[in-house]
């Protein structure tokens, strides 16, 4: 494995012994591949997964990942408001608080969720 790798599965190991998910306030996992971008809410407590997005979903009119990214978090708020779910714990995924990480944060904290 490439040093980057190896590097990022330490930072998300050290992050999920911190972080777990509860059915009142679940776990936002991010999953960032070089052309999309994937969520999901999860109950560790059960070991179940509440909702799950990509941005394969939104509209492709838009090229800018930057974008999508924070378009993907407002629906995602959308979606988890509608399963009265406000506040989310949230799980980087060992990815650097940075780009499209950080604008998908931005948009779910337009989207009304809190963490």
């Known amino acids: 494995m490439s040093k980057q790798v190896t590097s990022r ?13 509860t059915p009142i306030r679940p776990r936002l996992s991010v999953f960032r591949s070089n052309k999309q971008l994937f969520i999901q809410l999860i109950d560790d407590v059960h070991q179940k997964t509440l909702l799950g997005m ?13 974008v999508r990214a924070k378009s993907l978090g407002v629906s995602m708020a959308k979606a988890a408001l509608a399963q009265k779910i406000n506040k989310i714990v949230f799980d980087r995924g060992g ?3 940075h780009g499209r990480v950080k604008s998908l944060a931005e948009g779910l904290r337009e989207g009304g969720l809190q963490f």
Request: glycine share 4%; aromatic share 6%.
């Open 9 to 21: 599965m330490r930072r998300k190991l050290r992050i999920r012994a911190k972080v777990s998910g």
């Open 95 to 97: 990815y650097l608080y």
């Open 54 to 66: 990509s941005d394969r979903l939104l509209a492709k009119e838009e090229k800018n990942k930057l």
